[in-house]
């Protein structure tokens, strides 16, 4: 909240306008006097790293009641404020609509009672009020995040991470409780980035029999020796006759039916507290700037609005429509519509129910449909087709019906009649004749030159191809730098791969390894625990494909491969290409390809976000948060530290802008001497005030001849006697550590996608005899503002500067003059893309992409 209030006062001073504190909430605002105090630019230094908000906030009474409105009323029109920013939950923006709609009639009461005059009536006659939400329980309808939310997911996945280790040394099952009373978004996120054995969510209470499910669950993840059992309830959790389930209960359950070591953990207040993450300074800055123009831009007819998160754009909302959503949501749970309560719930969390289920339960092999199975038809008798020898020895029958590409030979038998001559043998084993189509197999019969008769009918004992000859192949493969998350991508791929019928392949250390052979099936259980992991555990190298294409075709020969998840970063991007363009040379590579975004440089052309640039971004911004405490008690000291990145400024830009620097140099923003000069003025300025410290973020690759040493020896020398300058090279501690909820969360979902457009890919081509050579079977998958795109590696070239390895366009580079706005530099800056309101669910034709 703190990085929101900062927003709201710092854009408003540098508009003009006066802002106010309103210190403890409505409280504040009946009680008026020194409740109610005019903010400077200096008032809200220092507070972006600091947990909860500096102006206090408390549950109001009196504000319910018209007269604690009319005392509010009157404190505001002493001031003339007559534009309110109010951040918090459904409940605070409600009560602020209803005092907007009062206002006029507040103020005529006010006036008849000879508290203000007429003219204040007429000046101050309308009353402008924009939301922000404030919540950690992410439970207001109407955007992906609220301020907070991501914040506390980092203290619950702390505490999981932490716990899973005791857990793992004693064998033991441990409930976690998390905050959520009418919400279960913390609960499902934290099972969804720990890898959790069960949820209890009150929006989705689990089916009548639960409690022997759960049991039998967690009974076999400890026969896959699994040594651990991890369970997460929300407070608010119920069944679905709506009684609650409680940790007790379960922990009950589990020692009685399994007899397991079990612990209950409530996680309780601590979720509220500690600093705030990247993402929720970044989003809170973001949302404080869009709501001060969303005021300046509002008039007597413009309803009440909130501004919201959707994909990565903020948009503004009715806010009484959210609200009205956020209430219907409890009604459907109150009256047992559950389903109902998910969709109403918004896209992101009806997308982590939905991927939660299919990573958790693996289905019995019986169950596990099959590409091709036509839900489930039973296996009809066939007939062979007509067929001519041709060059090759031996007649092909194709058989209709037959289910995978990529099977292995199968002990299948035929019976039917054989023309006279013919010696009464039984055919030869199976064999999938090479130029048929890839979904057809054939029996060889060696030396026939003769047309056979049917019908035939399959003899196998399970009428069907065996589950284990029926699978595609596909390959999972990890390239460039390691980034953290990347092994959550992988866990995601191989389990909705094995939920889809496929068999799963890891590929190991990159394309190098895949030229070498490393190539292993990947089961359910190998990829247990994976999601906590930082850097990548099937190892990952930088090495191109170019010089290896003859390798990896005979290697995706000789494992039969039939699609291939690439992760990685802007090298994966570059192999890709390459193994686009030798399609015409090698058919092996013919097969649908995409690639899923990896890296701490978030450079990836087609996407806006890459898998572990979260986890860098906070780790620059605990950093920059440790150095500037280190500088409270030497006065007047600048630091200069350099990030990585490349030639791409993200990390630089949003990290100077998360721990509220004073300037980021980029490459995508040339600069010259003169901007350096102005910066050591503009710092020399600064230290006049109370804020004696400066901040200079640089990224690594922005300047040939502005190196860190040289900006460092030029802040030293111009700002000798008035500051003194340290320098700090973060290096690969940007690359390490455990991955943030933000990317374990993303890297799931975003992987799991992928493998879901793999699997319809090759559905479509079943039977068909299909290659793929279109652009559309390689692809990268990305968010594109609000949607998830697959985007043709073919058509993202245009959009590329393959000379500095970054997108032509990048869409952070608009929140550039914000980072400067709100370090007090002159900038022009471009809010919102629509600037109006829209309505509540935007159901386009694309694909949402909910973060």
Known sequence: MNAAVRAVVRMGIYVGAKVYFIYEGYQGMVDGGSNIVEADWESVSSILQVGGTIIGSARCKDFRSREGRLKAAA?????????????????SLTGANIFRREWSGLLE??????????????????????????????????????????SALHRIMEVVDAIMTTAQ????????????????????????????????LPESPPEEGWQEDMCIKLSENRARKKRLNIIIVAEGAIDTQNKPITSEQIKELVVTQLGYDT????????????????FDRILASRMGVEAVVALLQATPETPACVVSLSGNQAVRLPLMECVQMTQDVQKAMDEGRFKEAVKLRGRSFE?????????AMKLPDSQIPKVGDAAGEAPRPFSPAPATPGSCPGLSVLLPGSRLPGATPSPLTLSGSFPPGHPPSSPSPWARAPPCAPAAWAAVLAGCAVTLTGPFTCTHPHGSLPDSQTNCNVGVVNVGAPAAGMNAAVRAAVRVGISDGHKMFAVYDGFEGFAKGNIKEIGWADVGGWTGQGGSILGTKRTLPGKYLEDIAAQMRAHRINALLIIGGFEAYLGLLELSAAREKHEEFCVPMVMVPATVSNNVPGSDFSIGADTALNTITDTCDRIKQSASGTKRRVFIIETMGGFCGYLANMGALAAGADAAYIFEEPFDIRDLQSNVEHLTEKMKTTIQRGLVLRNES?????????????????????????????GHMQQGGAPSPFDRNFGTKISARAMQWISSK?????????????DDSICVLGISKRNL???????????????????????????????KILAKYKASFEVSEAGQLEPVQHRGPEEPAAI
């Open 169 to 200: 040394s004693h064998q033991r099952t441990f409930v976690l409780e998390v905050m959520g009373r009418h919400c279960g978004y913390l609960a499902l996120v934290s099972a969804l980035a720990c890898g959790a054995d069960w949820v209890f």
């Open 351 to 359: 997308s982590n129910l939905n991927t939660y289920k299919r990573l």
């Open 109 to 150: 009461e006010l006036a008849k009672d000879g508290k203000i005059d007429k003219e204040a009536v007429q000046r101050h006659g309308h009353l402008n009020v924009v939301g922000m939400v404030g919540s950690i329980d992410n439970d207001f309808c109407g955007t992906d995040m609220t301020i907070g939310t991501d």
């Open 702 to 730: 922005c300047s040939e001849n502005y190196t860190t040493d040289f900006i460092y020896q030029l802040y030293s020398e111009e700002g000798r006697g008035v500051f003194d300058c340290r320098k700090n090279v973060l």
């Open 263 to 278: 612990r209950v953990t409530i996680l309780g207040h601590v979720q509220r507290g500690g600093t705030p993450s990247a």
């Open 762 to 774: 090759l559905k479509e081509s079943l039977g068909k005899g299909k290659r793929f050579v279109s």
């Open 75 to 91: 404190n505001l029109i002493q001031l003339g404020i007559t534009n309110l920013c109010v951040i918090g939950g459904d409940g």
């Open 789 to 819: 795109v697959f985007q043709p590696v073919a058509e993202l070239k245009k959009e590329t500067d393959f000379e500095h390895r970054i997108p032509k366009e990048q869409w952070w580079l608009k929140l550039r003059p914000l980072m």
